[in-house]
C-alpha cells in the first residue's frame, strides 16, 4: 500500500516554542491531507483539512492561528503549532488521500508524539 | 455523516475468530464502510472497505446485510498481534475531500 511518513516522530519542546512537523507522500501525490490529533485513550479528532495550494480547512474549536497549516505540493504537508503549551501535548497524525473519491483509500502516517514541558 | 456504534472492548484467545459488529443505523445510499486497525502509538491502518453483502481480503471479512445498517469484521484466527483498536468508520462516496470521523473504536485484546 501507499506509505505516508511523518517527521519527527517524537518531539519534546519548552513552553512558547513553536514546533514544525511534516507529513509526506512517498510513493503518491496527494491532493488532500488531514491532520488529526489524538490523545490518551481516545479516538482520533480531526483538526483541519489540507489541500494543495490552497488554505486548509479548520475544524469547529481548532486555532488556526495557532496550528499552522501549510500544503506547499502534492507529496508535503507541514502542521507548525506555535507557542506551544503543556495543553498541547499530544498524539499528531495526518494522512493523506490519493485521490478525490470516498473509495480512495485514506493512507495514515505513523504519528507525532509531542510533549511541552 | 453517519454515526457508528461499536462494543468499546472485547476479548479472545490466540485461533479464535473474532466478529466485531458495528451499527450505523443512518446510513446513506452513497455511504461506503471502511474499518482501520490501530496499534498504540501508531497510526490507523486501513483494513477494509466494502459497499455491501461480503468484502474478503487477505487478513479480514467484512459482511453487510442487505440493509446495510450494520457490518461484521470478522478476523479469522486472532493472534496476540491483533490486540489493536478497530474502527468502524462510514462515509460519502462523492466526497473524496472530506476526511473519514473517527467513533470510539473496539478495543481488541486478544489472550494467549
Known amino acids: 500500500g501507499a506509505v505516508v511518513s511523518q517527521h519527527p516522530s517524537w518531539v519534546i519542546c519548552k513552553s512558547g516554542t513553536s514546533v514544525k512537523i511534516e507529513c509526506r507522500s512517498l510513493?503518491?501525490?496527494?491532493?488532500?491531507m488531514f491532520w488529526y490529533r489524538q490523545f490518551p485513550k481516545q479516538s482520533l479528532m480531526l483538526m483541519a483539512t489540507?489541500?494543495?495550494?490552497?488554505?486548509?480547512?479548520?475544524e469547529q474549536g481548532v486555532e488556526k492561528d495557532k496550528f499552522l497549516i501549510n500544503h506547499a505540493s502534492l507529496t508535503l504537508s507541514t502542521l507548525t503549532v506555535t507557542s506551544a503549551h503543556p495543553e498541547d501535548s499530544s498524539f499528531y497524525i495526518c494522512?493523506?488521500?490519493?485521490?478525490?473519491?470516498?473509495?480512495?483509500?485514506?493512507?495514515f502516517g505513523p504519528g507525532t508524539r509531542l510533549t511541552v514541558l | 455523516l453517519a454515526k457508528t456504534t461499536q462494543p468499546i472492548s472485547m476479548d479472545s484467545y490466540e485461533g479464535q475468530e473474532v466478529n466485531i459488529t458495528c451499527s450505523h443505523n443512518?446510513?446513506?445510499?452513497?455511504?461506503?464502510i471502511t474499518w482501520y486497525q490501530q496499534f498504540p502509538s501508531q497510526g490507523p491502518r486501513f483494513i477494509i472497505q466494502?459497499?455491501?453483502t461480503k468484502v474478503t481480503n487477505e487478513v479480514a471479512s467484512l459482511f453487510i446485510p442487505a440493509d446495510r445498517k450494520s457490518s461484521t469484521l470478522s478476523l479469522p484466527r486472532v493472534s496476540l498481534s491483533d490486540t489493536a483498536v478497530y474502527y468502524c468508520?462510514?462515509?460519502?462516496?462523492?466526497?473524496?475531500?472530506?476526511?473519514?470521523?473517527f467513533g470510539s473504536g473496539t478495543r481488541l485484546q486478544v489472550q494467549p
Open positions: 494522512s493523506a488521500r490519493r485521490g478525490t473519491s470516498y473509495t480512495d483509500t485514506q493512507y
Open positions: 489540507s489541500n494543495e495550494g490552497s488554505k486548509a480547512t479548520y
Open positions: 510513493d503518491f501525490q496527494a491532493t488532500t
Open positions: 443512518n446510513i446513506a445510499t452513497n455511504d461506503y
Open positions: 466494502g459497499y455491501k
Open positions: 468508520l462510514v462515509g460519502d462516496m462523492g466526497t473524496g475531500r472530506r476526511a473519514l470521523t
